[in-house]
C-alpha cells in the first residue's frame, strides 16, 4: 500500500485546466512526427520507461564551501529526504528511484528503511559511499587521503567503509557501488604521481573482490577539488584504465561536471562505450568549473549531444548497455524539490529529442560525407518541442502537467516547514 504525499484529487483538479491545451499540443506534435515518418506512439512508449535517480542528499540546500542557507521545512534524516523524493517522484513519474549516501544516511533497521521507501513508491539505486571527510569516532583521519593514503591503516578503513556500503545496498536491494574518492594533492611534489594510483589500484582491488555477481563498481572521476593540483582519478583516461585493471564488473561513471571546460563529453561518452566501460551517469551543469548547477540550465545543447551519443549507444549495445542515471547538482538558492523536477524535465526532454533523430539518414549523411545534411539531421531534432509529449506522459502516469505549479499550489513545504525541525546552520556540503 503507498502512502503519496500529494494528494491526487489535487493532481488532478490541476491538470484538469491544463489538459486541454496538452492535448491540442500533442496532436499537432503528432502531425509534425508522423510527416517526419516517425510514430509518437513509440517514442511515448520509450519516454514512458525512462527515469533517472536523485540523490538522497540532493533534498536538502547544499550550499558552498562558503555558505549554506537553509529554507523552513527543508529533510533533517532520510525518511524525511524520502518523503522529498516521492515529491518529486510523483509529479515528475521520472524518478522512482533514491541513490543514498552513506553514512549519512545510517539507520538501524535497513529493511524497515526499504520498506518506507517502497511505501512511498521508490527503490534505491547506487550507494555512495564516502571517504572525503572524517566521521566522528573515526579511527584513521582522510586528511591525507583514503584508498591513496600512505597509511595502509587508513586504507584499510575506506575498504572496510566501501564493504559495509556493499552491505547495506544488498539489504536496500541495490546493485551498484559508486566510488568517488577526494584523493590527490594540492603541491607539486606532495605525493609520487605514480605511486598514489598504485595506492588506489590495491585498495579498490579490496573492495572489488567484495562485490557481489550482479553488482558493478562504478568509478567517478574529478579533475579537480578538493584537491586543486593532482587528483588520483582526475579523468576519464585513469578512470578506463583503473577500470579496466579491476576487472569486467567495473565500469566508470561520468558527472557532466567534472571536466576541463569545453570538454568534448558526448565523445567521452562514446569512448567508454566502445570499450564497454560506461556504467552511469551523474546529471548537473556548469558555466565554469562547477558541478553544482541545475541540469540543462546552462547547456541544454550539450545534454541533448550526450544523449545522442546515449540513444546511438542503446541502438548499439556492443557489449550491453545499461548505465545508471542521477541527477547530482547543489541546489543553493532555490527550493531543491523543484530543481530537480526542473531537472528531469530537462533530462527527459533531451532523451526525447535525441529519440526523434531520424538515425538511417544520419548515418547515411555521415557515410556520405553530407556534413551539412548530418548536422542538419542533429538539429532538427533538437528544435522540435517535445513538452506537450513530456507532459502528457507525466499526466498518463498520474503526475502533473506542470510539476512547479502543482507543488506549489499542494502548500508541501509549508506543511513541512511546521512539522519538521530547522537544519543547521553548518558547513555546506561541496
Ligand atoms: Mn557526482
Redesign the pocket.
Same mark, same amino acid.
Given at each position: 500500500m503507498t502512502h503519496l504525499p500529494i494528494s491526487a484529487d489535487l493532481i488532478a483538479e490541476q491538470n484538469d485546466k491544463r489538459l486541454e491545451a496538452v492535448e491540442e499540443d500533442y496532436a499537432a506534435l503528432s502531425r509534425k512526427l508522423t510527416r517526419n515518418g516517425i510514430n509518437i506512439s513509440d517514442v511515448r512508449q520509450k519516454v514512458s520507461d525512462f527515469s533517472v535517480a536523485v540523490p538522497s542528499w540532493g533534498t536538502g540546500r547544499g550550499g558552498t564551501r562558503f555558505a549554506k542557507f537553509p529554507i523552513p521545512g527543508e529533510p533533517t534524516n532520510i525518511h524525511e529526504k524520502l518523503e522529498d523524493c516521492a515529491v518529486i517522484n510523483q509529479l515528475s513519474q521520472a524518478t522512482p528511484r533514491v541513490s543514498p549516501h552513506f553514512p549519512w544516511d545510517k539507520v538501524q533497521d535497513y529493511s524497515a528503511l526499504r520498506r518506507d521507501a517502497e511505501a512511498l513508491g521508490l527503490g534505491f539505486d547506487a550507494i555512495n559511499s564516502n571517504t572525503f571527510q572524517d566521521q566522528p569516532g573515526q579511527s584513521h583521519s582522510y586528511a591525507n587521503g583514503s584508498l591513496a593514503s600512505t597509511d595502509a591503516a587508513t586504507r584499510a578503513q575506506a575498504v572496510a567503509h566501501n564493504i559495509e556500503c556493499i552491505e547495506i545496498g544488498k539489504k536496500l536491494g541495490a546493485t551498484d557501488l559508486t566510488v568517488?574518492v577526494g584523493d590527490g594533492t594540492n603541491f607539486p611534489g606532495q605525493q609520487d604521481l605514480g605511486r598514489s594510483l598504485d595506492r588506489y589500484l590495491d585498495a579498490a582491488a579490496e573492495i572489488y573482490a567484495a562485490l557481489p555477481d550482479d553488482w558493478r563498481m562504478l568509478l567517478?572521476h574529478k579533475m579537480f577539488e578538493p584537491a586543486f593540483y593532482s587528483s588520483v582519478i582526475s579523468d576519464w583516461g585513469s578512470s578506463i584504465l583503473a577500470a579496466q585493471t579491476l576487472g569486467e564488473k567495473c565500469k566508470c561513471l561520468i !558527472?557532466l561536471g567534472h571536466h576541463a571546460p569545453n570538454v568534448n563529453i558526448e565523445q567521452i561518452v562514446a569512448r567508454l562505450h566502445r570499450f564497454d566501460k560506461l556504467g552511469g551517469f551523474?546529471f548537473n551543469d556548469s558555466k565554469y568549473g562547477d !558541478?553544482d548547477l541545475d541540469s540543462g540550465s546552462i547547456n541544454p545543447h550539450q545534454l541533448f549531444l550526450v544523449f545522442n551519443e546515449l540513444v546511438e549507444a542503446e541502438r548499439n549495445p556492443r557489449g550491453g548497455f545499461s548505465p545508471s542515471y542521477m541527477i547530482?547538482q547543489s541546489h543553493n538558492v532555490t527550493d531543491p524539490i523543484e530543481s530537480m523536477m526542473s531537472s528531469a524535465d530537462a533530462i527527459v526532454t533531451a532523451y526525447s529529442k535525441a529519440l526523434l533523430v531520424d538515425r538511417d539518414a544520419l548515418h547515411a549523411a555521415q557515410e556520405t560525407n553530407d556534413v551539412m545534411l548530418a548536422f542538419q539531421t542533429l538539429r532538427d531534432a533538437y528544435k522540435t518541442d517535445v513538452s506537450p509529449l513530456l507532459a502528457a506522459v507525466r499526466a498518463d502516469k498520474g503526475g502533473a502537467i506542470d510539476m512547479i505549479a502543482t507543488y506549489r499550489a499542494s502548500q508541501y513545504r509549508e506543511r513541512k516547514s511546521q512539522e519538521r525541525a530547522a537544519v543547521g546552520l553548518g558547513a555546506g556540503i561541496v
Open positions: 568517488w567517478e !558527472d551523474h !558541478d547530482d
